[in-house]
Every structure is written in structure tokens, then in C-alpha cells.
């Protein structure tokens, strides 16, 4: 079985900061993955995907992801955030049509 | 909007009553998922169909659970005989086969049960 680690559960952070959001997955087989954000009530929603390719995978709203297969990461960085993107963050992997989801990051940026 | 819905919103219900919650996909979305999200977790798959046919469950799905895609287009999840650990979010998601493998979340239908 599939398990993603979020090792932060909280991370604050003041506006216009670097950010960086960690997530480890385990995996003996290659695997798709994701980030995700939900705002308070309501669904998740994309923000990056790393399918193949280049490892480091630019997504919406000025968020980036780095592949690393060795240490089995996939962090999430922003390198100026707003107060906008203070919500929950998801990491998660697919495989075979499954998702497995971390236990998430809240990113709470204050002014 | 064409995104994926879910009716209703929230629900309260008391301990033992049945609930049955309807998830609308993308139109032309022919896989279709259910999961579970507690308070401080990420979301935890249960079940997901492709066209009509539920192609698999997990073992968090229990006997008082039960889901169908009668025509292969929305969805029902169904819970019987509710217990308080049955409160959660339940999602429902959408999504092509493909290459993509991503999947478009609905907002979600909360469940409290009293």
C-alpha cells in the first residue's frame, strides 16, 4: 500500500515569504503525483501534477514541485506568498487509479 | 457550472437513520470516486466506478455502506443504520481514463450524526 507523509501539520508563515511544504511518499513502484489546496468548505482543488518528465513541475497561482525519486520527496515551494493562499494543502499519490492523500499542511500567512 | 456537484451540502442526522448522498459529475467523465474526510485528515478513498460498474471498494466501506451509478452518469452513496463515527466529509470526484490521471473534486456533502 501507498503512504504519504506531511510531516507539518501547521506551517506560518508572513506574507511574502518563501514557503515550502514538505511531502514523502512511499512507493516501490513509479507513481503519479499531486498537490492539492482546499479553501474552508469546499472541495480540492489542483494545483500541480508530476506524471514523467522534468522533475520540477510548475503549477497554478505561482506554486512549484520538485521530483525526487531518490529521497521519494515531492515539496511544494512558493517563493513570495500572499494572504490568498492561506488554505490546506494536499499531497497525494495515484496509483492504479487510486489516490492516497497525506494528512495535510495548513499554510496560514499572516500580514 | 460544469463542475462536479453534490447534494446536499450538509446533513444532520440522528444515530440509526439511513442518509443517501448524490454526487453529478463531469459530463463526460466516465470514472467516478467516493471518499471519506475526517477532521484533520486528508481524504481516504472508499469506492469508484468506471461507466455502471463498481470496480472497487475498500475495506473501510462497510456493510452499512452502499453505492451505485445506475446509468453510468451520477452516483449515490448510502449509509445505513448511522453511527457518530459515520460524521465526515464525504467527496466525490471525478475524472477521464486517460493520461492525465486527475481527478476533479466535488465540494462535498457533511455529514453530522447526532
Known amino acids: 500500500a501507498q503512504s504519504v507523509t506531511q510531516l507539518d501539520s501547521q506551517v506560518p508563515v508572513f506574507e511574502e515569504a518563501p514557503v515550502e511544504l514538505r511531502c514523502n511518499y512511499s512507493?516501490?513502484?513509479?507513481?503519479?503525483l499531486f498537490w492539492y489546496v482546499q479553501y474552508p468548505n469546499q472541495g480540492l482543488q489542483l494545483l500541480l501534477k508530476y506524471l514523467s518528465g522534468s522533475t520540477l513541475v510548475k503549477g497554478i497561482n505561482g506554486f512549484e514541485a520538485e521530483f525526487n525519486k531518490s529521497q521519494t520527496s515531492f515539496h511544494l515551494r512558493k517563493p513570495s506568498v500572499h494572504i490568498s493562499d492561506t488554505a490546506e494543502y494536499f499531497c497525494?499519490?495515484?496509483?492504479?487509479?487510486?489516490?492516497?492523500f497525506g494528512s495535510g499542511t495548513k499554510l496560514n500567512v499572516k500580514p | 457550472d460544469t463542475g462536479v456537484s453534490q447534494n446536499p451540502r450538509h446533513k444532520i442526522t440522528k444515530r440509526g437513520q439511513n442518509v443517501t448522498f448524490r454526487c453529478d459529475p463531469i459530463?463526460?467523465?466516465?470514472?467516478l470516486y467516493w471518499y471519506r474526510q475526517t477532521l484533520g485528515q486528508g481524504p481516504e478513498f472508499l469506492t469508484y466506478?468506471?461507466?455502471?460498474?463498481?470496480?472497487?471498494k475498500s475495506r473501510l466501506l462497510s456493510d452499512r455502506f452502499s453505492a451505485e451509478r445506475p446509468k453510468g452518469s451520477f452516483s449515490t452513496l448510502e449509509i445505513q443504520r448511522t453511527e457518530q463515527g459515520d460524521s465526515a466529509m464525504y467527496l466525490c470526484?471525478?475524472?477521464?481514463?486517460?493520461?492525465?490521471?486527475?481527478?476533479?473534486f466535488g465540494p462535498g456533502t457533511r455529514l453530522t450524526v447526532t
Open positions: 470526484a471525478s475524472s477521464l481514463t486517460g493520461e492525465t490521471h486527475e481527478q476533479y
Open positions: 466506478f468506471q461507466n455502471e460498474a463498481q470496480l472497487e
Open positions: 497525494a499519490v495515484n496509483n492504479f487509479n487510486k489516490f492516497y
Open positions: 512507493s516501490s513502484v513509479s507513481v503519479y
Open positions: 459530463s463526460e467523465h466516465n470514472r
